[in-house]
């Protein structure tokens, strides 16, 4: 199970008001809540553009962080046990940001820090204490035509080989308000997550909302485990 894989939100709005005209700001913070039955995970972060506004091309400086838990279940010495974790994340990384006509392209690189505590001890479980090592993250955003919208999401670190990817097609109904279809892969040295869903994303001039739901689970090991729900919740403002 990866909790830690989770990727910033992604917001692409543009509107112009003729007597009052917007400015993007330079600063992006967000928080979020994910949760399925057997995990949970609150995060948190912001991303800096030192040298320009958020939507143009040039340096960005992230720092992130979350808190979560999970349990699994698992067999011991013939035996059937459940097992507790606690896990937290903290990253700090640079990239940069160019716009390439419909396209928004972020690449970044950095350091994380990952922790898994889990009681009782498993010694089954190679993802358990703490792991520090470096980590890239790409971030794609593709306009397809007026009212259409693509992301895709990668990121990978060595502490304990923990990745994730997550790709997201909208369609904006009303305005930037967007209905679409979601997709994300989370793994560590444990195994892999597969999720697949549906998401609603609210934007307006500084921020936007989204939420997500469908359903999770060991897809890679046994196609019919996909079948926990989850639910997600973002908000991103702009400063």
């Known amino acids: 199970m990866s909790l830690t894989a989770v990727s910033a939100p992604h917001h692409n709005a543009a509107a112009d008001d003729a007597e009052q005209p917007y400015q993007p700001g330079w600063i992006e913070v967000w928080t979020g809540a994910d949760a399925a039955s057997h995990t949970w995970l609150m995060f948190s972060g912001v991303t800096v553009s030192p040298f320009s506004n958020v939507y143009e091309n040039g340096?960005?400086?992230?720092?992130?962080?979350?808190?979560?838990?999970?349990?699994?279940?698992?067999?011991?010495?013939?035996?059937?046990?459940?097992?507790?974790?606690?896990?937290?994340?903290?990253?700090?990384?640079?990239g940069y940001l160019m716009r390439l006509g419909p396209v928004t392209a972020k690449a970044f690189a950095g350091i994380t820090a990952i922790e898994h505590d889990i009681a009782p001890y498993d010694p089954d479980n190679p993802v358990q204490g703490q792991e520090i090592g470096p980590k890239v993250v790409a971030e794609l955003w593709i306009n397809m035509g007026a009212s259409a919208w693509g992301q895709v999401d990668a990121s990978w670190t060595s502490a304990h080989n923990t990745s994730g990817a997550r790709v997201r097609t909208g369609y904006r109904v009303w305005e930037d308000t967007s209905i679409g279809i979601e997709g994300a892969l989370h793994a560590n040295d444990?195994?892999?997550?597969?999720?697949?869903?549906?998401?609603?994303?609210?934007?307006?001039?500084?921020?936007?909302?989204?939420?997500?739901?469908?359903?999770?689970?060991?897809?890679?090991?046994?196609?019919?485990?996909?079948?926990?729900?989850?639910?997600?919740?973002?908000?991103?403002?702009?400063?």
């Open 190 to 239: 444990m195994g892999e997550d597969l999720r697949g869903g549906l998401f609603t994303r609210f934007a307006w001039n500084g921020g936007e909302f989204s939420i997500a739901g469908g359903y999770s689970g060991r897809f890679l090991e046994e196609a019919k485990e996909l079948k926990d729900p989850y639910a997600t919740a973002t908000l991103l403002l702009q400063f």
């Open 59 to 94: 340096l960005r400086l992230r720092v992130s962080g979350g808190y979560g838990g999970y349990t699994y279940t698992g067999e011991r010495r013939s035996e059937l046990h459940t097992f507790t974790a606690r896990t937290s994340y903290a990253e700090a990384l640079a």
